[in-house]
């Protein structure tokens, strides 16, 4: 068993690292080994195993090395590990708060905003992030088949004001390169596309996502490249991520991040000052600081407003211009997301 745990940054140990799938597979999906290998007391347990119910757990081994035994607060853990508080339900929370479903002219397409389209290129994520808003998401009637693509890629055909095509999901990364190579070919072949922008937390979580067969793909569409991770916490940047990074600006993508506000894990201005200095260390430049959509079970890390706002005044003092994530909510059928 033991020879199975991979750690981060042993890349130069000479032993051969594991394949980004292999790391994906071996993810911890069980409260009680996640429990376990954190040193955590039985007390945390029976929040984990009710909140693994609603939302299964999934943490991969170059995240959990991240963490420190025993902690409980930690601000990377508590963005995996489930608390008794997702059970609770409380009014105005709900399990679609960005009303997507309205949003599909076709299977695994969402176009809300002017100029550009989301499409869902893979259901699965690296990781299960206690706070996300798809975490009710119907996956499975979402997701399109090779065949289903041909509608989305029509579409995208058919409307020239179409000039951006994100990728998104779930995390679009999970998706094997030989899929998302096709998808990008076809894209490369719609003419009034210029850009293609890619939503994804898997160079984060499992920064060896980053492998040549990745890059294959990138370097050869002829689209403009932006790639918009998703950290909330400097912890998160190791160097691992860092080089994954590096790789990824050697292609010629524009690096963004956006995180999310979460209480108890980066509602402080010291820690936000930290991810923007430590994001720009790494060539990423900070994009939104979202507030929690208003899903069910994820309550407990909401921010109220009025702090947000004065929290994101005094980073102001902090930080260049060019550091400052901008503030913002999605408010379902506005054309953009809306700023505090
Ligand atoms: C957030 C979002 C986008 C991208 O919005 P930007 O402001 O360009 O980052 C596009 N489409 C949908 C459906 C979105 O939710
Ligand atoms: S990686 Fe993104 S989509 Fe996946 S669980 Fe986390 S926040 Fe949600």
């Known amino acids: 068993m033991q020879e199975n745990i991979i750690i981060a940054g042993q890349h130069t140990s000479g032993q051969p690292t594991a394949s980004w799938q292999q790391q994906l597979s071996r993810a911890i999906r069980d409260p009680a080994v996640l429990c376990q290998r954190l040193g955590l007391s039985d007390q945390w347990l029976a929040g984990a195993d009710a909140g693994h119910q609603l939302f299964e757990i999934c943490v991969p081994e170059a995240y959990l090395a991240r963490i420190p035994p025993n902690a ?3 601000p990377l853990l508590r963005q995996v590990l489930p608390l008794g508080d997702e059970t609770l339900t409380q009014p105005g929370y709900v399990t679609d708060p960005l009303e997507e479903a309205d949003h599909q002219p076709v299977k695994g397409l969402i176009h809300k905003y002017a100029n550009r ?3 869902i ?6 990781i299960n992030c206690r706070y996300c808003f798809r975490r009710h998401f119907p996956y499975s009637e979402s997701s399109p088949s090779r065949s289903q693509w041909h509608a989305a890629l029509d579409y995208l055909q058919a409307d020239n004001t179409i000039q951006e095509a994100i990728l998104s999901g779930g995390d679009p990364l999970a998706a094997s390169d030989r899929q998302l190579a096709w998808l990008v070919e076809q894209l490369d072949t719609i003419v009034h596309l210029k850009r293609l922008r890619i939503h994804t937390r898997l160079p984060v979580v ?3 996502r980053v492998d040549n ?3 294959d793909w990138l370097s050869n569409t002829r689209l403009q490249k932006v790639v918009v991770l998703h950290i909330n916490h ?3 940047i190791d160097q691992a991520v860092v080089d994954a990074c590096a790789r990824l600006k050697q292609v010629g ?7 999310v506000l979460l209480r108890g894990i980066n509602d402080n201005v010291s820690t936000l000052a930290a991810l923007s ?4 260390d790494a060539g990423v430049l900070p994009y939104y600081l979202h507030v929690v959509d208003p899903v069910q079970g994820a309550a407990h890390f909401d921010v109220p407003d009025s702090e947000a706002k004065t929290l994101v005044s005094q980073l102001l003092e902090h930080l260049p211009g060019f550091l400052m994530p901008r503030l913002v909510r999605e408010v379902p059928g506005r054309a953009s997301k809306t700023p505090l």
Do not use: G, H, K, Y
Request: aromatic share 4%; hydrophobic share 45%.
């Open 72 to 74: 409980p607060d930690d």
């Open 213 to 215: 067969a990745l890059l």
């Open 206 to 208: 499992i920064p060896d």
């Open 234 to 236: 400097p912890n998160e």
């Open 121 to 126: 290129a893979s259901p699965a994520c690296a």
């Open 277 to 280: 200095e430590r994001l720009f």
């Open 253 to 259: 993508v524009t690096l963004l991040n956006q995180s």
């Open 117 to 119: 389209v989301l499409l």
